[in-house]
């Protein structure tokens, strides 16, 4: 299966992920879910803002974002992105181990779409890609004219 924009592209996915372990665990449950988007990774938002400002990562995206990591973390990225008008209305979960209340708020004032803790979902991401699945199934993302 494979997630298509309202223009029949597919949907890229950026995961901004610091932890090998846990991007070697989202892709496996992307296939074993049969899901074949275009995965790209970035290291931390520093990486990931150069992907997506050069193109690397085309629309349309969605990025799954973990907040602690080196150079600039995750709530420092949402927050350039959220200014960047070429940028700000992408569709964001939070993929993170903060059960920070704080974290949790400020992820929320800056629109993600979700905030999932890894700790809750466990070594297993099925469920995290189940969700996705479900989401794009459902949910109309905005089109690329538009963005």
């Not at 803002?49 to 050069?54: A, F, G, I, P, Q």
């Not at 920070?100 to 099925?126: C, M, P, Q, T």
């Amino acid at each position: 299966m494979i997630a298509m924009s309202p223009e029949g592209k597919p949907v890229n996915l950026l995961l901004v992920e610091d932890d090998d372990i846990d991007a070697m665990g989202v892709e496996r449950a992307l296939k074993r879910r049969r899901i074949v988007n275009p995965l790209f990774r970035a290291r931390d938002g520093v990486e990931a803002l150069e992907m997506l400002r050069s193109g690397v990562v085309a629309r349309p995206h969605m990025i799954l974002l973990d907040l602690n990591m080196p150079r600039m973390g995750g709530l420092e990225f949402i927050a350039e992105l959220r200014d960047d008008p070429h940028l700000t209305s992408a569709v964001v979960f939070v993929l993170t181990t903060s059960k920070s209340d704080e974290d949790l708020s400020a992820a929320y004032r800056s629109h993600v779409a979700g905030y999932i803790v890894k700790s809750e979902i466990g070594d297993n991401f099925g469920s995290l890609v189940q969700m996705l699945d479900a989401y794009w199934q459902i949910v109309e993302l905005p089109r690329q004219h538009h963005l």
